[in-house]
């Protein structure tokens, strides 16, 4: 239950892909189980071939794996691969935010579209077709830019003298 090197890896996983917390992480491992669980049926031949070729078709989609991928090269697939696909990465890669978490927040804020379409999930699989009209979804300038501030002070210290002899508003 308390396995250290997991533990350890996934905090790993949470901070190199800016996640939010670690059932982020726990959903797409899930979602790996279940597709590895799908496809050793279909290797052992519990499941017909149909059923593999629909595993392939959805995650080459994804542009996870190849289209012309066998059932025993999905075996390899790891959560690594998926997390790749999420809105938030693919936003900080494309160079569309400066840090990950600067991504999720504009994903979050709904700043970021896919082909048009406002999303605010950062946990979104992006298919390999909408990736290229990921953009902001108003022109958006992510510039910071240093702000001058201008205080008026009196002159000279603050004394008893000096704050009597300024004009009251």
């Not at 917390?21 to 519990?46: F, H, M, P, T």
């Not at 077709?129 to 009196?154: C, D, H, N, R, W």
């Amino acid at each position: 239950m308390w396995n250290s090197a997991r533990i350890q890896r996934e905090h790993e996983l949470k901070s190199k892909y800016g996640l939010k917390n670690l059932r982020e992480l726990w959903i797409l491992d899930s979602e790996l189980r279940k597709i590895k669980q799908n496809v050793r049926n279909v290797l052992a031949g519990r499941s017909n071939e149909e059923v593999g070729k629909q595993v392939i078709t959805r995650l080459s989609r994804y542009n996870v794996v190849k289209s012309d991928a066998t059932p025993d090269d999905l075996l390899v697939v790891d959560v690594e691969a998926l997390l790749e696909r999420r809105l938030q990465t693919i936003v900080f890669r494309k160079g569309l935010a400066k840090t990950l978490r600067q991504a999720r927040q504009l994903v979050s804020h709904g700043l970021i579209s896919v082909n048009g379409k406002r999303l605010s999930s950062p946990g979104h699989l992006v298919l390999a077709s909408e990736e290229t009209g990921i953009g902001y979804y108003k022109p958006f300038k992510i510039q910071v830019e240093a702000q001058t501030v201008q205080l008026t002070t009196a002159p000279g210290p603050a004394t008893p003298e000096n704050v009597a002899e300024q004009p009251k508003v």
